[in-house]
Every structure is written in structure tokens, then in C-alpha cells.
């Protein structure tokens, strides 16, 4: 089993996919929502969007 780090002083949303911690997208403005997409019962892709 592997382990991986993660930095508790900083706000981020990260997923477990294929055994691999991936840290994913924040919303460039800073007001937005990450959405992640399941396919086939799998971690798939995730969309970010944003407001101005």
C-alpha cells in the first residue's frame, strides 16, 4: 500500500483514482464548483465552472 502527503493547511479538493492521488482544478475566480463524473461505476473526468 502506498501513501501519499497531503498539505492540511491548504484548502483543496483531491481524488483517489487508479491507486494515484490527483489534487484537482480550483475555480480561477475563486467562486465556482468542481463536479466530479462517475462512468461504468469509475472515477471519470470532473468539470470546474465559474462565476464572474
Given at each position: 500500500?502506498?501513501?501519499a502527503k497531503v498539505d492540511l493547511s491548504e484548502?483543496?479538493?483531491y481524488?483517489?483514482?487508479d491507486g494515484k492521488?490527483?489534487?484537482l482544478d480550483k475555480p480561477p475566480s475563486g467562486f465556482g464548483e468542481v463536479i466530479?463524473?462517475?462512468q461504468d461505476g469509475?472515477?471519470?473526468r470532473y468539470e470546474?465552472?465559474?462565476t464572474k
Open positions: 500500500m502506498a501513501e484548502d483543496a479538493v481524488r483517489v483514482k492521488l490527483e489534487r466530479q463524473k462517475w469509475k472515477l471519470g470546474v465552472t465559474y
